[in-house]
């Protein structure tokens, strides 16, 4: 076989294997939302019930699934007044919240127009999410005017709790659809969960 014969038959090896890699990238995406998505989100990193000290919070792990998966943005709600609490004063501080209606203070801000769909979500602490996700409903009360609002919840046995009730009250123009649970600590092993979620929503 001459030299141009074995580029010839090298070359044919290679094209399968690179449209199969450029098939497989094109597919990575298992949901396309109408419009730009937004994941908005609070996560609680460091001691947390069931899976203990952990870097990166429960939340967080399924709001980066969704954003694989959908190639929606992510706006995280940040406040550091639960940095380096043990669970049980977390617990305590949660509650005393709660009852008093507090709104702390979250970082930075996101324009909401630009946006569809919009994925939210957080713990569920004492029947409903943190009480600084309030704080961010309260300022965009009147942004999801006719957009899609999908509510999700990291849990220990709480399921969906309020949650879903209590983004309707905040949001009341939005089409709020059925909100998704998963067990806190399951959602490291869970991506599969997330994503049968997500092909089965109708967007």
Known sequence: MNIKNIIMATLALLIPTACSGQAKQENE??????G??????????????AVGNIEV????????YISEMTGADQFEIVTHKYDGMAYNPLIKLAQEEANN???????GDVDMSQYDTVFI??????GTYPQVMFTFFK?????????TVIPFTTHEGSGLANCVEDVKAAFPGANVTRGFSIYGHEVRSGK???EKWLKGLKL
Do not use: C, R
């Open 29 to 34: 995406k298992v949901m396309e939302t109408t």
């Open 36 to 49: 730009k998505s937004l994941v908005v989100f609070f996560s609680h990193a460091g001691d947390n019930y």
């Open 57 to 64: 919070g429960n939340t967080k792990i399924v709001a980066d």
């Open 101 to 107: 209606g507090e709104l702390p203070e979250y970082e």
């Open 121 to 126: 979500g957080g713990p569920v602490w004492w």
């Open 139 to 147: 300022k965009h009360g009147d942004d999801l005017q006719g957009k």
């Open 192 to 194: 599969s969960k997330v």
